[in-house]
């Protein structure tokens, strides 16, 4: 019994350790309207959940200095650091982790794309942070998108070019789509398309969740517009635009907009991508069922794995061009189906009842096998002579065996990424927006060993000696001939700003010395940091205590 209690126990320990390890994001997107901090925004970070990593993410920013100073300063005195700051004329987003993940997170970029007039001016688009978090790549990244409801199409536009047009120097991600884990925050501007007096009749009777079905954003996802592949907690809070500044009174103005969810937080999983386009590439080793059987059924549309496909096959350098108002053709079905999507139904059914009739049979087990060699799917598949011959029914038999391998897919992937919480705060009514925010986790491997770190936790410091501070540094560790340690304030968040002496890493040395007149002359704690020119962030920490 002992023995089978031990290996139960090492079974789930094996299954918890093969999972990964959760780090919790905190995603923060609000149009402040032009103001700058008025009430305290503490509440807004979500410091009450412990989050390893911040994300602030402003639009119309009057004063982008101010609301970058109000979280640095929050978060300053909660042990937080700086992953990077981007800044794109009245848009911003800033990335703060806490100090104990500095070590796990490196090759930090930052990337903007302007799509305001066509892409030339900076009041709209996307500002991106992303990085390495210990075996994953990950973008966060807050975007405002153009308004009004009559503008969807150049919206989807404004998306594609901000996935195709940002660049990176990592080579494990040099474009958003490659990267593990994107993160998309924003006021992405998407309407609700119905009545206005319906819409506010309906929120004022709390059936607002009725009102999803006319959402833009799901309509466009539907479609395979935009957003491919992207995921969205269910939406459990009402319209977070347009109000009333100060009040809880949506737009009284001669305008007098419709409420709409216009900020939002969706994320997208390259692994689940990846196993959903394969399972979606139609094809087989038999020379008669070969490239023209490329037919791309979305998981949810007709049109998704094309369009997607469309974002994978993005070159690393991409000519920037003006957006276009030109509305995107329909990849539904009926009449607005194209011609080379009816072409390929026309060839994949010609096919398929050619390799059929081969065997002279239209029985269950001949058209399972043709079925499962392309689509990878397992078991008994039901397929008969009349669902090949009609068109509808043809089509309709691959749309449901696609989105079962699609279900199973997404199944397995459901815990990369979790949704902790997601919903606004009403309480600020400084601008006709609400603030909103997600609580996510995503799944890393902790299991990968640190490259550098100090020999100590703490350095101590006396009055009148020199400092020697000393690393460990292992064969994989990416060190550069420009590394740098330096001394800061225990509050510090961005050691490039705040650092009070700094020391040049000597090639293939593993210490720095720091010289007796740069004592602070009283005792006090600081902290020291590695900060690696290849890897362009911060990777090792420890304390210094200063005695006298």
Sequence with gaps: ?????????????????????????????????????????????????????????????????????????????????????????????????????????????????????????????????????????????????????????????????????????????????????????????????????????????????????????????????????????????????????????????????????????????????????????????????????????????????????????????TKKKRLRKKKPKKDGGGEDVSDDERTRLQTLRRRTMALMRRSAQYATDTGASIVNKATGLGGQVQIHKADIVDPDRFKNFLNTLEREKVAAVKSKYENSVRCVSYDHRPEYKQSDHKPVYAVLEVTVDKALPVGLKFTTDNFKWKKGESLTITMSISKTAEVGAWDWVCLCEENWTDANKHYLVYEYVSPGKAKVKFPSSSHPSRSKALQVVYVSSKLSAPIALAGVTCVV
């Design 1 to 317: 019994l002992i023995i089978n209690n031990t290996l139960l126990l090492l079974l789930l320990l094996t299954s918890l350790l093969s999972s990964g390890t959760m780090i919790r994001v905190h995603m923060l997107t609000w149009n402040v309207g032009g103001t700058v901090p008025r009430d305290d925004i503490t509440p807004l970070l979500g410091l009450d959940r412990s989050p390893d990593i911040i994300s602030a993410g402003f639009e119309e920013v009057g004063d982008t200095d101010k609301w970058e100073d109000e979280v640095d300063r929050i978060l300053s005195a909660q042990g937080y650091y700086r992953i990077q700051l981007k800044t794109m004329t009245i848009m911003q987003i800033v990335v703060f982790a806490k100090k104990s993940m500095l070590p796990h997170i490196s090759r930090i970029e930052s990337e903007s794309t302007k799509t305001g007039f066509g892409g030339a001016y900076g009041n709209k688009g996307g500002t991106t942070v992303r990085f390495r978090l210990y075996d994953k790549t990950v973008a966060i990244l807050n975007t405002h998108l153009s308004a009004h409801m009559d503008q969807t199409h150049i919206r989807d536009e404004e998306y594609w070019a901000i996935m195709a047009e940002q660049e990176f120097r990592d080579p494990q991600s040099r474009v958003l789509y490659e990267h593990d884990y994107i993160l998309w925050g924003g006021d992405l501007n998407y309407r609700i398309e119905h009545d206005n007096k319906e819409v506010r009749s309906t929120i004022s009777k709390g059936g607002y969740l009725d009102l999803l079905q006319y959402d833009q954003l799901r309509q466009e996802q539907g479609a395979g517009h935009a957003f491919i592949g992207f995921h969205e907690a269910p939406i459990t809070f009402p319209p977070t635009y347009k109000f009333d500044p100060d009040t809880d009174t949506y737009d009284t103005s001669e305008k007098n907009r419709v409420p709409a969810w216009c900020d939002r937080v969706l994320w997208r999983i390259k692994a689940e991508r990846q196993e959903i386009a394969k399972a979606l590439q139609w094809g087989s080793d038999d020379s008669s069922m070969e490239s023209d059987l490329s037919l791309s059924l979305s998981d949810v549309s007709d049109g998704e794995a094309q369009t997607d496909g469309v974002c994978s096959s993005v070159p690393v350098k």
